[in-house]
Each structure stands twice: as structure tokens, then as C-alpha cells.
């Protein structure tokens, strides 16, 4: 059993949003913990607070308007108790982000190559012809053709999954043991998604890296995760190894999310079964559990209290107080 302590130990993680008429608790109260070399998949619904908890943890979040109270520790380093130059220091060099759509986290005035040399210059006090090579060397890891010719073009002169590759060789450029990646398949086509997925496989073995993906697709986070944690109404519901939470989720909303993807035990004409409403307001969430109205096993003591978090195992937890209920249906994954 591994003793050490775990690279990244989030702890209660609070996250409010302030900029509108009444606070929106957007994280209630997470608890993380990914080790060196681990890649954790978050997956969840769009709203259920997956890109908020990977942004916190580079707190790119407006400082104006966002209230964030917890624990959240990378490397040994307090992330919520750094200066605004310690944060500009950890950014990128100890901790880096894929982001979702890199046509618009790409500066679109400056060529790929040159904000990549900007970026290695910065976090490594290298000459600029060092910080080329180092580049260079980025896009050739990454499989971009022709690389060299690659590194003077722009942004939106790439295709998406050519965008994509230059957005990884960019978190990578510092040597981060840190990688966040928020949905980084989402705009692309099946076949570069399994590219991308199979590359960042590939180089999280190579270096070594610990991993957060963000992701809805459940099949791309069994392709790449070792452990999954399901998120819903900015809370972990379930967590626990990635094979031991497909073939037996206990948390009805784990099942509802299997069981509403296509599989092979559908067949021709028939319809894929649906999570029945939609994900609660998150700015007057309900005392109990905030998946009860939408889910087939509640009974009136899941509306009245929030259930604590169960270890079903040594590495397996799950916040409901039906798992018993859910023990025997079968998930069709």
C-alpha cells in the first residue's frame, strides 16, 4: 500500500461565485486526492462543477467576484495561500492546464512557436535559441508534421486537432508535474480524439505526470484514467478505481450515467434511456441530496439530509444512502 502523501490533497473546497444578484456555491465541499503519477478523471454533466474544481486548483477564477475557502495542496506548495508572483511561478512550472478549446486560449496576434518560446523563457531563464529547440523538440513529442514550418503559423491557420497538439506542447513547455486537461476532445472528431487520448496517455507514462481530466464522455475517461470520481451539483458523488466504478457503481446517479450511453445492449430502434429532469439551481440547492428528484431509488430521508461520504472499500467511496438499492442493478456498461 503507498504510504506517501498524495501530490495534489484538496480538502472541503468551497468555491462561491459573487458577480450576480445572490452567491452561487458552485463547489460545496470537494475532496481530491491524486498521487505522483496518477491520472484521476472527473466526469459529471455540464454545470455539475467539473472545469470550476480544475480551475481552482490554477486559481484562474476572477478574484473580484469568487469566494474560495478550503484546502487545496500541490506538490507541498498551499496553492490558495500564494502571492500573486508565487501563483505567476506555479502556473506552468509546477502546475499546467489543456484547456478545452485552444483557438481561444491562444493568443491569435502571436505565432504558436513564439508563445511557446515566450512561455519556456519565463519558467526557465534560457536563451531564446534554447527556448526554440525546446519548442521545436514539443512539437516533434507531440506528433506534429512538419514542425518546424509549424512553429510560425498561428492559431486559427492550424486545424482543431493540430490546435490541440501545439495547446499540449504548450502545458508541457515548463516541465509541470501537474497536468489539468478540461475536456481537451470535446470539439474534435472521433478519430483525433482517440489521437489525443492515446498521446496523452502516452506522455503521462513517458514523464511521469499526474493527471486531471475533465471529461462527460465516460468512455474517454476509461481510456485514460485510473481512478474516476462523478461529480454532481458541484459535490464528488462517487469516486473509486476506473474498472471497479464502471462494473459496479453504487451511486444511482453513476448508473444513470451508464445507463444513458449508447452500448452494445441496444438494439435497432430502441431508445437510449435518459437521466429524467435536469441538474438542480445551484444558488438555492436543497438540504438533502441535490440528485433526489431525478433519481429511481430516493425515499424521503434523501431529501432531508445530505449523505456523508461511505467507503465501500479501501478505495471506493460513494455519498448516498441507497447503496444498497443499487447493488444489484446492472449498469449495461
Do not use: W
Amino acid at each position: 500500500m503507498n504510504t506517501d502523501p498524495p501530490f495534489v490533497d484538496v480538502r472541503n473546497l468551497h468555491v462561491n461565485f459573487t458577480g450576480g444578484r445572490k452567491p452561487v456555491p458552485a463547489i460545496n465541499g470537494v475532496d481530491l486526492q491524486v498521487r505522483r503519477g496518477e491520472v484521476v478523471a472527473l466526469i459529471g454533466e455540464s454545470g455539475s462543477g467539473k472545469s470550476v474544481t480544475l480551475r481552482s486548483l490554477l486559481r484562474l477564477h476572477q478574484k473580484r467576484h469568487t469566494q474560495m475557502h478550503g484546502q487545496i495542496i500541490v506538490g507541498g506548495v498551499d496553492v490558495l495561500g500564494l502571492t500573486d508572483a508565487a501563483l505567476a511561478d506555479y502556473r506552468g512550472k509546477v502546475a499546467s492546464m489543456i484547456f478545452q478549446e485552444p483557438l481561444l486560449a491562444l493568443d491569435p496576434v502571436y505565432s504558436v512557436g513564439a508563445q511557446i518560446v515566450e512561455s519556456i523563457m519565463r519558467h526557465g531563464r534560457v536563451s531564446k535559441n534554447d527556448a526554440h529547440q525546446r519548442a521545436l523538440s514539443l512539437f516533434e513529442r507531440v506528433q506534429i508534421p512538419s514542425p518546424k514550418r509549424r512553429l510560425q503559423t498561428y492559431p486559427h491557420e492550424m486545424s482543431g486537432g493540430m490546435r490541440q497538439r501545439a495547446m499540449i506542447a504548450l502545458a508541457l513547455a515548463c516541465n509541470p508535474q501537474l497536468l489539468l486537461a478540461d475536456e481537451p476532445t470535446t470539439a474534435l472528431d472521433a478519430t483525433v480524439q482517440i489521437q489525443i487520448l492515446l498521446l496523452l496517455r502516452e506522455l503521462q507514462r513517458d514523464l511521469g505526470l499526474s493527471v486531471i481530466f475533465v471529461t462527460h464522455d465516460i468512455g474517454a475517461a476509461v481510456e485514460v484514467a485510473d481512478r474516476i470520481a462523478v461529480m454532481y451539483a458541484g459535490r464528488i458523488v462517487e469516486e473509486g478505481p476506473a474498472a471497479n466504478l464502471i462494473r459496479t457503481p453504487r451511486h444511482p446517479y453513476t448508473l444513470a450515467l451508464l445507463r444513458s450511453r449508447a452500448h452494445g445492449a441496444l438494439t435497432k430502434g430502441s431508445r437510449l434511456v435518459t437521466i429524467p429532469g435536469a441538474p438542480p439551481d445551484l444558488s438555492s440547492l436543497p438540504n438533502g441530496c441535490a440528485f433526489a428528484e431525478r433519481c429511481n431509488f430516493a425515499q424521503d430521508e434523501c431529501r432531508q439530509n445530505q449523505p456523508a461520504a461511505i467507503a465501500l472499500s479501501t478505495n471506493h467511496l460513494v455519498s448516498c444512502l441507497q447503496t444498497d438499492a443499487t447493488s444489484n442493478v446492472v449498469a449495461l456498461a
